[in-house]
């Protein structure tokens, strides 16, 4: 089966300016999650939907950060105006349900780069 | 609240010889505790998960790990280390408390020599 997609895989931008990514997950999956990958730590949830509807956004930095999931299938994180802080991998993953006996699956994740 | 701690960032051993890295945990519920490897430009792939049952998990590609309540313990192994096995390993727990939110620790690199 197809594995969780994302695009871009690498993306430069300036700090203050804005960025967006996309995520298409396993077909079929009902819960889909983003995630910051800071270099050199784990990954930390940033936002977590159920279909279409947000389950837990509770580190999500609201202010500048974004997420949407129209129609429960693919998503979309954005970031207005980014910071240097901002650098990191943004890795989405989904999962059959929300349970936590259902694995989660990766993406290969979108390398971010603010200069 | 819900954590990890990866005693060690960085491991190297040599083709042949065991692995051990290290990971203790903090849970306010029964946990869950994955092991998660990313190899370079790729995806976080499941090697093993604990989940109430066997104490003693095995995994993908020869790894396991034993699940210690009284020491908080969740390290993970593998008898004879190959040079494929080269990678960052994430500890991570997830409480039944908070459904499937999982906390990652902060990695440990492994490094297989010849």
């Known amino acids: 089966e197809a594995g969780v997609a994302q695009s871009p895989r690498y993306k430069i931008i300036e700090k203050r300016q804005s960025v967006a990514f996309w995520c298409n997950p396993i077909s079929g999956h009902a819960t889909l999650y983003w995630y910051q990958q800071i270099l050199g730590q784990g990954p930390k949830l940033l936002i977590q939907f159920q279909n279409n509807g947000v389950v837990d956004d509770s580190q999500l930095p609201k202010d500048r950060f974004s997420a949407e999931r129209l129609k429960g299938v693919d998503s979309t994180l954005k970031i207005q105006p980014a910071k240097l802080e901002d650098s990191a991998v943004y890795l989405c993953?989904?999962?059959?349900?929300?349970?936590?006996?259902?694995?989660?699956?990766f993406g290969p994740g979108t390398r971010l780069t603010v200069t | 609240a819900q954590s990890v701690t990866q005693l060690d960032s960085h491991v190297s051993v040599s083709e042949g010889t065991p692995v051990l890295l290290r990971c203790n945990y903090s849970s306010s519920y029964s946990p869950s505790l994955f092991w998660y490897v990313q190899h370079p430009n790729k995806g976080l792939q499941l090697l093993l998960k604990y989940t109430s049952a066997a104490t003693l998990v095995k995994g993908i590609n020869g790894f396991e790990a034993e699940f210690k309540k009284s020491e908080t313990s969740f390290h993970l192994t593998k008898p004879s280390a190959h040079m494929s096995d080269a990678a960052e390993y994430f500890c991570v727990v997830s409480d039944l408390g908070t459904a499937s939110k999982l906390t990652f620790g902060t990695g440990t690199r492994l490094q297989v020599t010849l």
């Open positions: 993953a989904s999962s059959f349900g929300a349970s936590g006996r259902y694995e989660q699956y």
